[in-house]
């Protein structure tokens, strides 16, 4: 019983910690183009949440084709939000830039407040049935995540490692000034990046409400510094980081709980634990897991 509680506590580990991955392999990216901490990009996630909810459920069309419309969505409003604000303002210091995704965060937050008011949502889809599989229980938002988890975190690493727009955003990522210099055209990319940073919060916005059943306009808010822990563990900038940052993170959340260690950590205790573990990494290794040592 207890290897059997390991187990499904792994599975479900793997399954947040793969959101967290897709969230935060774009924002570490949009980190190292802009070098600016974006606070709104947890308001992202509750953004495609939303947009999936409305071609889902008020229009009745299926969860595949509003999951998509979530990703195009969130990926044009981050586009947006780089070409109207945040790339004219480069050069304004990281503080500033900061403060400023602060204020988009309250703002953004406050109009799906205003729009769709502060009660809990759910897609329609069935969400009571539980697949036994031997070992491990799902429910059918986890087994759709756990699917979506499977193909599309070695995708996006596939794609990071082995596409020349991949390599070139690794690239203004790990050094701006160099790219330029090499070639690459540094504010198109900005562009590419912004733009799946944005589709992957939008995807990572309604795996998230999968998973959790329900959801409200605090969705995002509320791993947002989870999702900055993600960036800090990998190593910030780094984007492979980032995805194997996410998958150490949501096991280690998630594990922390098993009976076997000491009884398991309460799960009030849990978000306490997400902080820890960086803290530790980085008494020992300052750049993270796959960063390597730079002055931000």
């Known amino acids: 019983m207890v290897w059997q509680q390991l187990a499904q506590l792994i599975v479900n580990g793997l399954i947040e910690g793969a959101i967290l991955a897709l969230a935060g392999v774009g924002a570490t990216l949009?980190?190292?183009?802009?070098?600016?901490a974006n606070f709104a990009h947890g308001d992202y996630l509750t953004f495609g949440a939303y947009v999936a909810f409305f071609v889902n459920v008020t229009h009745g069309l299926n969860l595949v084709f509003?999951?998509?419309?979530?990703?195009l969505g969130t990926a044009v409003l981050a586009a947006g939000v780089h070409l109207v604000l945040l790339r004219p303002l480069r050069g304004r210091g990281l503080v500033a830039l900061s403060l400023i995704t602060v204020g988009l965060s309250l703002i953004l937050r406050d109009a799906l407040f205003l729009v769709v008011g502060s009660g809990t949502r759910a897609y329609n889809f069935n969400q009571t049935t539980v697949y036994n599989l031997q070992v491990v229980r799902l429910s059918p938002g986890q087994?759709?995540?756990?699917?979506?988890?499977?193909?599309?975190?070695?995708?996006?690493?596939?794609?990071?490692?082995w596409t020349p727009m991949g390599k070139s955003m690794r690239a203004v990522a790990d050094n701006r000034d160099?790219?330029?210099?090499?070639?690459?055209?540094?504010?198109?990319?900005?562009?590419?990046?912004?733009?799946?940073?944005g589709a992957l919060a939008g995807l990572g916005g309604v795996m998230l409400?999968?998973?959790?059943?329900?959801?409200?306009?605090?969705?995002?808010?509320?791993?947002?510094?989870?999702?900055?822990?993600?960036?800090?563990?990998?190593?910030?900038?780094?984007?492979?980081?980032a995805l194997l940052g996410g998958l150490v993170l949501g096991l280690a959340m998630e594990i922390s709980a098993w009976q076997g260690f000491f009884g398991g950590l309460p799960t009030q205790y849990q978000p306490v634990l997400a902080f820890v573990v960086p803290i530790l990494l980085l008494l020992f290794r300052p750049q993270g897991l796959l960063g390597r040592a730079r002055v931000l």
């Open 66 to 71: 509003a999951t998509i419309c979530a990703m």
């Open 143 to 161: 087994l759709v995540a756990a699917i979506a988890a499977a193909v599309l975190v070695p995708a996006v690493a596939a794609m990071l490692a």
């Open 178 to 197: 160099l790219a330029e210099i090499s070639g690459v055209n540094t504010d198109r990319m900005g562009l590419y990046v912004w733009t799946l940073a």
């Open 30 to 36: 949009a980190f190292g183009i802009q070098r600016v």
């Open 209 to 241: 409400g999968l998973i959790q059943g329900i959801f409200d306009p605090d969705l995002g808010f509320n791993i947002l510094f989870l999702i900055f822990t993600v960036i800090v563990l990998g190593g910030i900038g780094n984007a492979f980081g």
